[in-house]
């Protein structure tokens, strides 16, 4: 996404003043400074940027509470999912896992949100601006919100700008993040959850698809034999982008940097890492993620000391579906088809104990069926 | 005598129910932050001065997807 030119981020639509809710509030109010001094310079002592951020009780509080009283818990505000993942990871010793928590929060802490980097702003991590001059948005645009941040797998699949890859059905629908994702699961219930996929809220494709396992459903049959077996995705998403060996450092003028390595297109089918009431199927969709036994080598040598603890190919939902795809063209298109599921020869050598938890053992790949349903 | 009490309600029902808006827009008005905040060419003025005292944070030696 092009960012907003510098003046640009900071113009105020005058209308402001109209709106019945926040008009009557001064920039004063929430930013501090001194709104009497002519001089920009002085005047901005003390601005505070994003007042709702880490914590929005003094700004939208007020008349916000129940929102607000959730907010600290919201993954979008929390990143509780990156800390225990590090937790999980990092090296026991206090010093080391100093440094690691040091160069998270040189590069890995900053891409957060908060009240106002949804309703009135860019999310900071993409350079932020003003959405509409200051203008409070109920609703956070889409691409300028959403996937400003979730540009790299989710955008991409969702508009079908991967190469040969087409968009998510629910793109060609017309449907926006926010039909899935309500406010209610962005502003989060108060619960600390560990991932995205435990969020009780959170979007289930049965919310609206239910059907399908109804005895008059076209499909009923497949549906009901994979139900427990195979998460949606199995069925109906497309390829998706995989990423590797993301590494952070800082450059010689003291700027944060990171690499990765290769990022590509792929499909497989793996062992459900994170099985639950929710999700008890076998199988699911796994992504190979960017994190690296080396990724904090910059700040401190072994940072990651147990990097093994959890696989590098982790459960994903990719945002491309399509109600009729390559592998369920066919009983057998999946059956039988061992390049779709992730196999212990797919996995690097160093990665191979990480995954072995997911990885599909021959023996578990459905057998080819020799009865196909017309 | 008519007229004129009719002149004092049209006034205090002003006074009473217009101001919302009116005192937000004179608020708004005497706030330096919002003269800048909504004047383009000055925004693009100060931004410009800031560019020079201030170039640009990012590192050109980010690679790849993030």
Redesign the interface.
């Known amino acids: 996404m092009e960012p907003l030119?510098?003046?640009e981020k900071?113009?105020?639509?005058?209308d402001i003043?109209?709106d019945?809710n926040h008009?009557?509030i001064?920039?004063?109010d929430c930013?501090g400074?001194?709104?009497?001094?002519?001089n920009?310079k002085t005047?901005h002592k003390n601005v505070v940027k994003d007042p709702t951020y880490p914590d929005a009780t003094k700004v939208c509080g007020d008349c916000h509470d129940q929102i607000n009283e959730n907010y600290q818990k919201s993954l979008h505000v929390s990143l509780r999912p990156y800390r225990l993942i590090v937790d999980k990871r990092a090296n026991p010793n206090a010093v080391i896992r100093n440094k690691v928590e040091c160069a998270m929060n040189n590069h890995c802490f900053h891409c957060h949100s908060s009240c106002g980097q949804c309703h009135i702003s860019r999310p900071t991590s993409v350079e932020g601006g003003f959405l509409d001059g200051?203008l409070f948005q109920k609703k956070p645009p889409m691409q300028e919100v959403c996937t400003a941040c979730h540009?790299?797998r989710i955008q991409k699949e969702y508009f079908g700008e991967n190469k040969g890859v087409l968009p998510d059905i629910h793109k060609e629908k017309y449907m926006k993040c926010e039909k899935c994702h309500t406010g209610d699961e962005m502003h989060g219930n108060g619960k600390d959850y560990a991932n995205r996929y435990e969020v009780e809220n959170g979007p289930k494709c049965v919310d609206c698809h239910e059907e399908v396992y109804k005895r008059e459903a076209k499909n009923v049959i497949t549906h009901r034999i994979h139900r427990d077996k195979a998460s949606c995705q199995v069925c109906h998403a497309q390829s998706y982008?995989n990423?590797s060996a993301?590494h952070v450092?800082?450059?010689k003028?003291g700027?944060?940097?990171?690499?990765?390595?290769?990022?590509w297109l792929d499909f497989k089918i793996g062992l459900n890492p994170l099985k639950s009431e929710k999700r008890p199927q076998q199988f699911v969709t796994l992504r190979h993620i960017p994190a690296d036994r080396g990724t904090f080598d910059f700040y401190v040598k072994d940072g990651l000391s147990n990097f093994d603890a959890l696989p590098t190919w982790k459960l994903a939902t990719p945002h491309n579906i399509r109600r009729k795809t390559p592998q369920n063209s066919q009983c057998n298109a999946c059956h039988g088809n061992e390049s779709l599921f992730l196999l212990d020869k797919d996995v690097e050598d160093k990665e191979k104990e990480a995954n072995k938890g997911v990885i599909v053992p021959a023996s578990l790949i459905p057998r080819k069926q020799k009865w196909q349903p017309k | 005598m008519k007229y004129w009490s009719l002149i004092g309600l049209v006034v205090a029902f002003c006074l009473v129910l217009v101001p919302?808006?009116a005192?937000?827009?004179q608020?708004?008005e005497?706030?330096?932050?919002?003269t800048?905040?909504?004047s383009?060419k000055k925004?693009?003025e100060?931004?410009?001065e800031?560019?020079k005292i201030r170039p640009a944070?990012?590192?050109?030696?980010?690679?790849?997807?993030?």
């Open positions: 030119a510098p003046h900071i113009f105020v639509n005058s003043v109209d019945e008009g009557g001064a920039c004063v930013h400074g001194n709104p009497d001094d002519p920009w005047a200051h540009g790299s982008k990423c993301c450092g800082k450059d003028k700027l944060t940097f990171f690499k990765t390595k290769a990022s | 919302g808006n005192l937000i827009s608020a708004s005497e706030s330096q932050c919002f800048c905040h909504t383009a925004l693009i100060i931004t410009r800031i560019a944070v990012k590192s050109a030696e980010s690679e790849g997807e993030g």
